[in-house]
């Protein structure tokens, strides 16, 4: 099983709400990781976790808020987004978060903030 | 990081051989180069990765000159179902995944 899985898929939500994004992956991977990624653009990297450690931050504004439950799942939580933060939000994982390791990616959460 | 330079697009007809050329001139010397794929409204998807010379797959095939300073994805006999945007990646480090600008292919009957 090389699945990643992402809930929801579509999200909409004002700038005052708080709502989460969920990641799960059943591949016994050890890194996770959380992209952004606007319409026409490459994905950009937001966080990364390994072994359940956030180990990068790429100075994503505070309003994202990630957390790491346990190995198989990962969450973002969002608190007063802006409207720039409309886009797809990727996950992915990978064996330990290692140099050269294939990376897999879920579908994605399009969100859309008003 | 290393910069990479793509074309924006290509365009191919079903059945012919599809080569995108990645320009990396300041590789480093320990860097890999990687491509993913990416379909619309998915995530990306690892394609192949090389260090020098030609690797092949049942995917595609990546060619890296001798002073790997360039990298070209051939994807044969192309169909519509690889319509799609690919990403050349050089280097990174730690599992931190630097994406280009990308190529979209668009594959036509």
């Known amino acids: 099983d090389t699945e990643v899985t992402q809930t929801p898929k579509h999200l909409v939500m004002g700038m005052t709400n708080k709502k989460s994004l969920k990641c799960e992956q059943h591949m016994g991977h050890r890194a996770m990781y959380w992209y952004k990624q606007k319409a026409k653009k490459p994905p950009e990297l937001m966080f990364v976790y390994s072994y359940e450690k956030l180990s990068i931050n790429e100075s994503v504004p505070s309003r994202f808020s990630p957390e790491c439950p346990n190995s198989s799942l990962l969450n973002l939580h969002l608190h007063a987004l802006q409207p720039e933060d409309s886009a797809l939000y990727l996950c992915a994982s990978s064996q330990e978060g290692q140099y050269l390791e294939t990376q897999y990616f879920g579908p994605g959460t399009r969100l859309l903030v008003l | 990081l290393a910069k990479t330079t793509q074309p924006i697009s290509m365009d191919s007809y079903e059945g012919q051989e599809v080569n995108i050329t990645c320009s990396h001139n300041n590789i480093a010397t320990n860097d890999y180069i990687t491509w993913y794929q990416q379909f619309p409204s998915q995530g990306p998807r690892f394609i192949i990765q090389g260090y020098k010379t030609k690797v092949t797959n049942e995917v595609a095939s990546l060619f890296i000159p001798a002073d790997r300073k360039s990298s070209t994805l051939s994807l044969p006999r192309v169909s519509l179902s690889d319509t799609a945007v690919y990403y050349c990646?050089?280097?990174?480090?730690?599992?931190?995944?630097?994406f280009g600008a990308g190529t979209q292919v668009v594959v036509t009957p």
């Open positions: 990646l050089v280097g990174g480090s730690w599992g931190k995944l630097q």
